[in-house]
């Protein structure tokens, strides 16, 4: 075998063990094994490996395309493994693709220019930034919480859009969005143990998932507030993002129709938010979508 292809095997082999050996010493070591993922994993490890890449690429005649596709090809390797032995779900992995392979390249730009000039104290410098921030970072407290809220026009009398907020059939329409056509839980049904405050209520999702709630404020016809106070833990994002609570406002327009607003409360354990939670406030919004077109469709069909 070549030593030029020798070299092409180590970059695919040593940058994977380095990054699935990092991350699983994080996760269980660091994070107690929750579904936590700090910003340091999608950042500075992609960037060692890139790094490490350079190295083993420095003597090769590369062009960039193919830089780019080795890096590529590293990333489709990183995700088989984290699938497998991180057991991260297929809709993670597809959403974190994009900043791994970004910072990559980064990290493949960085060491070119370390190992092209050969200095010792530069490369070391890096290397030690590199590793002080990572540690800082995997230390660090992380909390995230948001809200997101929409709403919806229902041409229906209040009494019959409250009672399909409080409990609702099974949601018969296709799914639209293209994450819960992937795989993604959506919700398809609500179930309420009573009418009053502290009353127990189950979201119903796909696949089975139940989501265990309890109504902390009930105002018939204008306020619904619950807590979630239990969730699925799966890989496909549900171990990365906590439901905290739920609401829906009536509003009456005083035109026959009524203003149907929906706030969802959560927190994010998966960083950095710049990014994540642009996913995430849109899985949210689909899911308050699918639940209120739901009941729009009901309320406005019964009346």
């Known amino acids: 075998m070549s030593t030029d292809r020798q070299q092409k095997i180590k970059s695919f082999i040593i940058p994977n063990v380095f990054s699935i050996a990092t991350m699983a010493i994080t996760r269980y070591f660091i994070n107690d094994g929750a579904g936590q993922l700090i910003a340091s994993e999608f950042i500075i490890i992609p960037m060692v490996m890139g790094i490490i890449c350079a190295w083993f690429w420095k003597d090769l005649e590369l062009v960039w395309a193919q830089r780019i596709l080795y890096s590529s090809l590293n990333l489709f390797i990183t995700i088989g493994l984290s699938y497998l032995f991180l057991k991260e779900g297929v809709i993670c992995l597809v959403i974190v693709s ?39 970072d995997a230390i660090s407290k992380h909390t995230y919480e948001n809200e997101v809220s929409d709403t ?3 041409n229906a009398p209040p009494g019959k859009i409250w009672k ?17 056509k992937m795989g993604l839980p959506s919700p398809i049904q609500t179930t309420v143990d009573g009418y009053y405050n502290g009353a127990g209520r189950k979201c119903i999702f796909s696949n089975g998932y139940v989501f265990g709630e309890r109504i902390s404020t009930y105002e018939p016809g204008k306020n619904l507030v619950f807590d979630i106070i239990d969730q699925p833990r799966d ?23 009524i203003t149907l607003t929906g706030n969802s409360w959560y927190k994010l354990y998966v960083f950095p938010t710049w990014y ?5 406030q849109s899985i949210v919004r689909n899911v308050h979508i699918r639940v209120m077109d739901h009941i729009k469709e009901i309320s406005e069909h019964d009346k």
């Open 235 to 257: 890989p496909e994002i549900m171990n990365h993002l906590d439901l905290l609570r739920g609401q829906f406002l009536l509003k009456d327009n005083g035109n026959g129709t």
């Open 164 to 180: 399909n907020v409080v409990a609702f059939e099974k949601i018969k329409q296709e799914n639209q969005f293209w994450l819960f």
């Open 98 to 136: 994009p900043v791994i392979l970004i910072f990559v390249l980064i990290g493949v730009s960085i060491g070119r220019i370390m190992f092209r000039k050969i200095n010792n104290t530069l490369n070391v410098s890096i290397i030690s930034i590199l590793l002080f921030v990572f540690i800082m």
């Open 152 to 154: 919806i026009i229902i």
């Open 276 to 280: 994540y939670d642009i996913w995430a």
